[in-house]
């Protein structure tokens, strides 16, 4: 699922994580994301969940408060992009347990550092479940123990 | 107590600042206080700084100070540091940045780190944001990684490698070998990066993928694994094992089977297979099942299966989940030309569609529609379509009426027919019509001659009825002026009859011309049709007058302009009243007259064209014009015409010269009195006679009158005149095209000449016509015109 980008952000439009897999001058990512989120939050409650932006395909689905928004290219598969959406939210949910839009934003290192063991390159690097969260658990082990004052 | 409690701190304090300009001053005074710590020793806390500096620009300040500081994590020893500084790396560097070379050896060192999720960090880096000269360096090490390292690494630097071959094809060549060895690999992950991979470098080179066609087969059996499996608990979503490595399987066979037999037959049953076992009642399963559709119809499936794959689009146009049916209609849309008969079985389901909620799905229902009109369903769909333009959203109604429009010139089954859905449409939308909808209907009406009564008894209902759309007051004033006999007459087959009053229509000409909602050019219609009425009504032609003078002093200049004519056609031309605005013969979709631009007809078009509407011919034309007065043709590239034999038949009392071509009208006349017309030419019982109206120093206005004493009619008759460099040319409208048998009718134009350097007048006229079938065209040198008759 070759992603451009990923966005998530409020019902007021605020910005909780941004995930860039192209390299694009920040000017130009402001504007993305404007765009985004202004055509994201105009849609009627009962559209579909597909959109055209220039030459890619937007993919987003409202969890909660938050609206989860990622930008593909024109072949790719929409309703795949859905279940990757989807999967992220899971991976959080079990991370958090019951991940609400506050997890994100005081744990926001977090819910990057779970995208990454999920996506790599704007593609899906693992697609066992279990085997992300368990990479996040020992990830977090890991940064424990080096966070005591006398690490190893 | 965790030490990212003072970064939480920090989001709960900016939080809590109730205006922007309270949330700055919060976020400047951190962001110096950071500044101040990174200037500063290792003092344990330059992570959480870094973290809160990534918070503070993810809400949109600046941050690019802390790009050195992220390059400092990084180098640590530390895990928790080089966590944060390989997230601030993909963050706040990118390719375009300089500081991001430096982390190059970084991440070298740490792809050979002896924790794997020290190798991950860098990888996930490396393959987030690396540029190309960090790619090039760093290639060998994620080559070595692919062949020798546990699945954790192997999946993530097989999709590293996916984002070098992205920045650097050259390299690809590098990483197919150990690619094609990792699709023997038993877990997913790796499965997954390898199929990834193999997609990426198949997709940038026909050699390799030449080669990977020989793994069909593995892929093959990969697939049928998956599908025919039992419940795997660490893959399963929804009922499907693994629907993502599943899709990109499919997707890496469709580039493999494009335009290769072999490699499509060996997919055939596969693709059957999973088409028939997969469970669609989740997204899951219809993602894999829309995969298949797409896979089945690019490559060289047997028609059968393609066949199939349109039914499991059918099938979704009838799911509940607006997602699918949205997808299905773009997958119809790409086939629908490739495979018509297929998708026409659910033509049904997609013209239901149209009533949908959603914006996008009516759009795609209204592409999808128009691509499937065929002379076969026109009516039914046409029927369809109409309903939905009269309940379409706004932005789509100018789409839907060009579609209708176009649809209907094509497979109209009857004029009748195409007429009333062009004017249903007008009235149901006529505001969101492109402009030639009007001259093209009005070309359409005169063409259905059988029709006209019809027509114009519909278009007057329409009328009175509203008069607040343009494009179809415009029809309608064109028709009643043209057609306004018919419809005074009262009976019509086709209609209800209707008693007309001259009185009525007047008044519904009067009201359009008056109300401020017509345009213009509006209601430059409504005074031409009413001028044309004074020859086709028999009580009411005062009325007429009064109202064309009126706007003699009308404001609007084009406004003014037609009155004044008009007035001047009653006052001084009055003989002339009833041929000028005679019934308009059937326009040509092709002449020169007609107004939507399309090209007009051919070679005439270089000569002076004459113009059936009211309109004066610039009298910039005849400079254009040959020079030479004794070459017609030089000037433009026509093919050459049987012309310049003019006609040497004896012409009456005229002897030919024996100078050849040229004729001498008045050397045999000079003696007898000059006659009011001269015969300039005759043949086929044709004959042209020409009429000096007045005669002044430096020009003179001249008639040029057609007759015909044959007794079939001569249709299509056009006059073209060339003159001497200096003298200026001007022909007016000719009164019409057909000359009616048996003398009964004539055809004029006038022609004004301007002669301010006083030459030598003389004038080359080419006549054209169609007399039985046969096309005719001479040309006739008149070399002295006749003195005016008074």
């Keep these: ?62 969890y909660a408060s938050l609206y989860f928004c990622c930008g593909l290219d024109a072949e790719e598969n929409e309703l795949l992009a859905l279940e990757v959406l989807h999967r992220y939210v899971e991976l959080l949910d079990k991370y958090f347990g019951n991940v609400c839009e506050l997890d994100i934003i005081f744990n926001f290192e977090k819910a990057y550092f779970i995208l990454d063991e999920f996506l790599l390159g704007g593609e899906v690097q693992e697609t066992s479940k279990q085997v992300v969260s368990r990479s996040i658990e020992a990830s977090d082990m890991l940064q424990e123990v080096s966070e005591r004052p006398r690490s190893r | 107590m965790s030490p990212s409690v003072r970064l939480q701190e920090m989001i709960r304090v900016i939080r809590g600042a109730r205006t922007q300009g309270e949330e700055r001053g919060v976020i400047q005074r951190e962001c110096a206080a950071i500044r101040a710590q990174f200037r500063q020793a290792d003092n344990g806390t330059r992570s959480h700084n870094l973290a809160k500096l990534l918070y503070v620009h993810m809400l949109g300040y600046p941050a690019h100070f802390g790009q050195m500081e992220c390059v400092r994590l990084i180098a640590s020893p530390r895990y928790n540091e080089k966590r944060v500084g390989y997230l601030g790396a993909m963050m706040l560097l990118d390719e375009k940045q300089d500081a991001s070379l430096l982390i190059t050896n970084s991440i070298k060192n740490d792809l050979s780190h002896s924790s794997q999720y020290v190798q991950s960090l ?23 990684l692919l062949r020798a390292s546990n699945s954790y690494i192997k999946k993530k630097a097989a999709l590293c490698a996916v984002h070098i071959v992205r920045k650097v094809p050259e390299l690809g060549e590098l990483f197919t070998p150990a690619s094609r060895s990792l699709l023997s690999e038993k877990n997913h992950g790796v499965l997954h990066g390898a199929v990834v991979l193999i997609t990426e470098l198949c997709e940038r080179n026909p050699e390799t993928l030449e080669q990977f ?19 795997s608990p660490e893959h399963n979503v929804a009922g499907i094992s693994d629907p993502f490595l599943q899709v990109r399987i499919l997707r890496l066979l469709r580039i493999l089977g494009r335009n290769n037999e072999t490699a499509s037959d060996a997919v055939n049953d596969l693709l059957a297979q999973v088409a028939t076992n997969t469970d669609s009642s989740k997204t899951a399963g219809s993602a894999v099942l829309y995969e298949t559709v797409l896979t089945v119809m690019d490559i060289k499936s047997e028609s059968g299966l393609r066949v199939l794959a349109v039914n499991i689009l059918g099938r979704f146009l009838l799911n509940n989940d607006r997602n699918i049916r949205y997808i299905s209609m773009t997958s119809l849309q790409k086939i629908v030309q490739t495979d018509h008969n297929a998708v026409q079985r659910h033509r049904g389901t997609i013209v239901d569609c149209l009533k949908d909620q959603d914006a996008s799905v009516k759009r795609r229902a209204l592409e999808l529609s128009l691509a499937l009109v065929s002379a076969v369903n026109i009516r039914s769909l046409m029927k369809e379509l109409l309903l939905f333009l009269s309940s379409c959203p706004p932005e789509l109604r100018a789409h839907t009426t060009s579609g209708i429009f176009n649809a209907a010139e094509r497979y109209a089954p009857s004029q009748r027919w195409h007429i009333d859905t062009i004017l249903h449409v007008l009235t149901t939308a006529g505001g969101d019509v492109r402009d030639e909808t009007v001259p093209n209907l009005i070309q359409l009406i005169t063409t259905a001659t059988e029709l006209h009564c019809y027509t114009v008894h519909k278009l007057y209902r329409a009328l009175i009825a509203d008069i607040s759309v343009q494009s179809l007051v415009q029809v309608a004033c064109w028709c009643i002026g043209e057609y306004g006999d018919l419809l005074l007459r009262g009976e019509c087959e086709e209609t209800e009859p209707v008693q007309v009053a001259e009185d009525d229509v007047l008044d519904a000409l009067e009201t359009v011309l008056q109300s401020h909602m017509s345009s213009p050019a509006t209601r430059g219609f409504a005074l031409t049709a009413t001028m044309k009425l004074s020859t086709r009504i028999t009580h009411n032609v005062d009325r007429i007058r009064s109202i064309v003078s009126i706007y003699g002093s009308c404001i609007d200049v084009e406004l003014q302009q037609r009155a004044v004519e008009y007035n001047a056609l009653f006052k001084k031309y009055d003989h002339m009243r009833a041929a000028v605005l005679e019934r308009m013969p059937v326009i040509d979709k092709s002449s020169p007259g007609h107004t939507n631009g399309e090209s007009a007809g051919g070679s005439i078009k270089e000569m002076e064209p004459t113009k059936r509407t009211q309109e004066v011919v610039l009298p910039q034309e005849p400079a254009n014009q040959v020079c030479d007065l004794l070459d017609l043709l030089g000037g433009s590239g026509e093919p050459p015409q049987p012309s310049p034999a003019l006609s040497t038949t004896a012409l009456g009392p005229v002897s030919s010269t024996a100078g050849g071509d040229l004729l001498d009208l008045l050397g045999g006349l000079d003696v007898t009195p000059v006659p009011p017309s001269v015969i300039v030419y005759e043949k086929n019982g044709v004959t042209l006679k020409l009429q000096t109206d007045r005669q002044t120093d430096t020009g003179m206005t001249i008639t040029l009158t057609a007759t015909n004493s044959t007794d079939r009619e001569i249709t299509s008759l056009t006059l073209q005149a060339a003159v001497p460099k200096s003298v200026q040319l001007q022909m007016k409208a000719p009164s019409g095209d057909v000359i009616p048998a048996h003398g009964l009718g004539q055809v004029t134009q006038t022609v004004l000449l301007n002669n301010p350097n006083k030459v030598s007048l003389k004038m080359r006229v080419r006549v054209c016509y169609t007399s039985q079938d046969f096309v005719c065209q001479d040309t006739v040198q008149i070399d002295s015109f006749p003195s005016p008759a008074w």
């Design chain 1, 1 to 62: 699922m070759t992603m451009h980008f990923l966005l998530l952000f409020s019902r007021q439009g605020k910005l909780r994580l941004q995930k860039w897999f192209t390299p694009i001058p920040e000017r130009e990512k402001k504007k993305i994301v404007r765009d985004m989120t202004t055509m994201v939050l105009g849609r009627k409650p009962r559209s579909c969940n597909f959109l055209h932006w220039k030459d890619l395909k937007i993919v987003y689905k409202k």
């Design chain 2, 122 to 144: 860098a990888l996930c880096t490396l393959g987030c944001m690396g540029s190309a000269e960090m790619c090039r360096d760093l290639a060998p090490e994620i080559d070595r």
């Design chain 2, 213 to 231: 066609r020989k793994a069909v087969p593995e892929l093959v059996q990969i697939m049928k694994g998956l599908v025919m499996s039992g419940y």
